[in-house]
C-alpha cells in the first residue's frame, strides 16, 4: 500500500489549506494525519475511522481542522482554518492496513502500519 499527501504550503496565521492523502494497493481501515514540528516528536493530529465514518482530532486542532474522506475509501483530506503558527510542521499521512487500531491508542504511531511522505505547511505571521 502507498499513501501520496499533497496540498502543504505557505499560508498566513487566520488563513486556511486543505491536505490530500490518496492510497494505493489496498485496503485501509483507518486514514489521517501525524505533524512533525522542528525539533519536536511527530504527533497525532486527526484520523478517520473507514467503517461507521469515526472521527478523532487532537486537542490542539479540534475545531479549526476537519477530516474527511471521498466514498471510495481511499483518499482522506484535511481542512486546516484557522491556522496558527505553531501549526507548522511537516504533516505525514498515515494508515492502517494490516493493523487495527483500538480506541485507547487511535493517537498512538504505532497503531499505523502504512506512511506517506511528508509535505510542509508553513504558517507565517
Known amino acids: 500500500v502507498q499513501l501520496q499527501a499533497s496540498g502543504g504550503g505557505l499560508v498566513q496565521a487566520g488563513g486556511s489549506l486543505r491536505l490530500s492523502c490518496a492510497a494505493s494497493?489496498?485496503?485501509?481501515?483507518?486514514m489521517g494525519w501525524f505533524r512533525q514540528a522542528p525539533g519536536k516528536e511527530r504527533e497525532f493530529v486527526s484520523i478517520i475511522r473507514w467503517s461507521g465514518g469515526s472521527t478523532y482530532y487532537a486537542d490542539s486542532v479540534k475545531g479549526r481542522f476537519t477530516i474527511s474522506g471521498d466514498n471510495t475509501k481511499t483518499t482522506v483530506y484535511l481542512r486546516m482554518s484557522g491556522l496558527k503558527l505553531e501549526d507548522t510542521a511537516v504533516y505525514y499521512c498515515?494508515?492502517?492496513?494490516?493493523?487495527?487500531?483500538?480506541?485507547?491508542?487511535?493517537?498512538?504511531?504505532?497503531?499505523?502500519?502504512?506512511w506517506g511522505q511528508g509535505t510542509q505547511v508553513t504558517v507565517s505571521s
Open positions: 494497493g489496498g485496503t485501509l481501515n483507518h
Open positions: 498515515a494508515a492502517a492496513n494490516r493493523f487495527r487500531p483500538i480506541l485507547s491508542s487511535i493517537r498512538s504511531m504505532s497503531s499505523y502500519d502504512v
